[in-house]
């Protein structure tokens, strides 16, 4: 299942979590895509179940997408908050080298979403 949300604190949470369906990697790389539209400042918090994986062809896609979006998506986005089982500091470093905002693993939500929270931009 994947899913994209926006919620009143700024905060839009991708989620890519059991119950896994045959489109979840289409549904996942749309969600990529609509994030690149955003125009307007966001904090991110990922939820990944740990068993959805993509197609090489996805992996591809999902590569592009981050050189695409890049200077946009880390102008717009204040920090980012990455629930996955099994995650670990060597795989945030990655996304560390990646994107200019902070990042942080929690192990659950409510940590995720402190953490975001610290990091929300004045209005």
Request: net charge neutral; proline share 5%.
């Amino acid at each position: 299942m994947v899913s994209l949300e926006s919620d009143a604190e700024g905060i839009v949470t991708l989620r890519f979590a059991p119950p896994y369906a045959d489109n979840d990697e289409r549904a996942y790389l749309d969600a990529l895509a609509e994030l690149g539209r955003r125009q307007e400042p966001f904090l991110l918090l990922t939820v990944f179940g740990g068993g959805g994986k993509l197609s090489q062809a996805g992996e591809r896609e999902q590569a592009i997408w981050f050189k695409r979006t890049r200077a946009q998506f880390g102008a717009l986005c204040g920090a980012c908050a990455i629930v996955r089982p099994g995650a670990t500091e060597a795989m945030a470093d990655v996304f560390r080298r990646l994107w200019p905002f902070p990042i942080s693993l929690e192990t659950d939500e409510a940590a995720a979403r402190t953490f975001l929270l610290k990091h929300r931009r004045a209005a």
